[in-house]
C-alpha cells in the first residue's frame, strides 16, 4: 500500500506542476475573502478599541492563521471526482484494486495542499510585515495542533466526498456544494471568530463539525484554550470523524450500485 500512495504521490504532484498559473489563480481567489475580514475587522478593532474583547491584533493573529489553517484543512475532492462520475471515467478507477475516493483523490488533494503552501508563503509573509500581529505561538500548542489539523482534514475530506457523491444521483450537486460552502464557511469561524456570533449561533456552531475543523485548531495555535476545552475539542474530532466515515461509507455505496445500474 505505501508503493501506492508514493507512486500516486509522484504523479500528483508532477500534474500540480502542469497548472501552476490556474493554481495560482484559485489560492488569490481562496485568499481574498480572509484577507478582507482581516482588513476590516482590524480597522473596527483599532477605531473602538475593542470589539467584543477582541482587539486588532487579536483579529490579525486569528485571520493570519486562519490562513494557513484553511489550506491545511480543506478539500477540493468535487473539483476532482464530481466530473468522473458526471462523465463516466470513474468506471475506470472502479476496476483498479485500490478505493478511488481513498488513494487517488486524497492524494490529489494532499498534492494540492503542499504546492498551495509553497505559494502562500511569499503572501503570507507580506502580509505580517503589513499589518504585524502579536503571534505568541508555544512549541506544545503547535505540537498539538498537528493531529488537530489532520483530523480536521479527515472530517472535511469525508464530508466533501460524501457530498460529492451525490453526483451519482443528480447533476446539480453544484448548488448543493455552494450551499454547504456557507454554512461551514459561517459555523467554522471563516467569516468572524465565533465569539462574535449571537448566542444561538454559537450554539449551532457547537453542534456542527465545522467549527472543529477551522476555529478550533487556530484557537488552539493561538493558545486560547484550557486543558479541558482541547480534551473536549479533541473528543468531538474523533467522534465527527467517525460519523463523517460513516456517511461516505454509506453515501459510496449506494452510489457505486446506482452507478452501475445506469450502465456507466
Not at 443528480?170 to 454554512?183: C, D, G, P, Q
Not at 456517511?247 to 445500474?261: C, Y
Amino acid at each position: 500500500m505505501f508503493e501506492i500512495f508514493r507512486r500516486l504521490w509522484a504523479l500528483n504532484w508532477a500534474e500540480q506542476w502542469q497548472y501552476r498559473a490556474n493554481l495560482l489563480m484559485y489560492l488569490l481567489f481562496w485568499l481574498v475573502s480572509p484577507i478582507v475580514y482581516l482588513a476590516v475587522w482590524t480597522t473596527v478593532a483599532q477605531s473602538q478599541g475593542s470589539v467584543n474583547g477582541l482587539t486588532a491584533n487579536d483579529f490579525a493573529a486569528y485571520y493570519m492563521v486562519l490562513l494557513v489553517v484553511d489550506i491545511l484543512t480543506s478539500q477540493i475532492t468535487i473539483h476532482v471526482l464530481a466530473p468522473e462520475i458526471q462523465n463516466g471515467n470513474l468506471s475506470n478507477r472502479l476496476l483498479l484494486p485500490v478505493h478511488p475516493v481513498l488513494t487517488q483523490v486524497l492524494v490529489n488533494n494532499i498534492a494540492f495542499k503542499a504546492l498551495n503552501l509553497i505559494a502562500l508563503a511569499p503572501i503570507w509573509l507580506a502580509l505580517y510585515l503589513l499589518f504585524r500581529p502579536a503571534l505568541n505561538l508555544s512549541a506544545l500548542h503547535l505540537a498539538l495542533a498537528v493531529p488537530a489539523l489532520i483530523l480536521a482534514f479527515g472530517i472535511l475530506f469525508l464530508l466533501g466526498s460524501a457530498l460529492t457523491l451525490v453526483a451519482f444521483w443528480t447533476t446539480r450537486v453544484w448548488a448543493l456544494w455552494n450551499f454547504y460552502s456557507a454554512v461551514f464557511m459561517l459555523f467554522a469561524g471563516h467569516f468572524v471568530p465565533l465569539a462574535l456570533l449571537p448566542p444561538v449561533l454559537q450554539t449551532i456552531a457547537k453542534a456542527l463539525p465545522f467549527s472543529y475543523t477551522l476555529h478550533f485548531p487556530i484557537q488552539l495555535i493561538l493558545g486560547k484554550l484550557g486543558p479541558q476545552e482541547m480534551a473536549l475539542n479533541f473528543g468531538m474530532q474523533f467522534v465527527w470523524l467517525a460519523l463523517a466515515y460513516v456517511i461516505f461509507r454509506v453515501t459510496w455505496r449506494a452510489g457505486v450500485r446506482q452507478f452501475s445500474a445506469v450502465g456507466a
